[in-house]
């Protein structure tokens, strides 16, 4: 698909980041089924940058297909559209460079505050998403943007969220079993 589009073989109102977007949700969904046929039922601990990598840019595309299918004359959301979309791509970039940090083992002590900062902004994220999509569900602003689409983009953000709040777990879990071996 992203081929056709690309080469304009095929003429849709899709971006071809949108295709792409799917593409990568889809292989994600593919290794993530693989995971849980192995009986592994919550993200790997080891995978907490990566996943905040994946989800994050997700996060930024979503941002920017609502700025872009909302209509022009939505001037103030057009406008906070963008600012989520700078906020995400910052986050994201800072991500990128925590990943490619090494030893990555010393990047640690850093992991609670990369989880709460992106935790802030992700709850703020789904919080405009969900107010769009009831919007978009009840006809009062002018978008191309598809209900199902709207609700998509919800509904990943609290997912996202639920991720965060499993390493969170984890980590505390962590410390407290390192307090109680150190005591
Ligand atoms: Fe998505």
Sequence with gaps: MLGLTLRCEIRTNNFPLLV?????????????LKELNEGKLSPA????IKENVFFLRIMADHSKFIGHLLDPSERKLVEQAREFSH???QLLF??????SMRPQSETKPLLSQFLDQNKVSVVS???FKKTARELIEACRIKSNIHPLLADHT????????EIIDLFEANLNRK???NKTLES
């Excluded at 601990?45 to 907490?48: K, L, S």
């Excluded at 919800?154 to 969220?161: N, P, Q, T, V």
């Design 45 to 48: 601990q080891d995978a907490i």
């Design 20 to 32: 792409d977007h799917i593409s990568r949700e889809a292989a994600y969904f593919a290794i993530r």
């Design 175 to 177: 410390q407290s079993d």
């Design 87 to 89: 906020d995400f791509d």
């Design 125 to 127: 994220l789904r919080d």
């Design 154 to 161: 919800f509904r990943e953000a609290e997912r996202f969220l």
């Design 94 to 99: 800072q991500a990128i460079d925590l990943d």
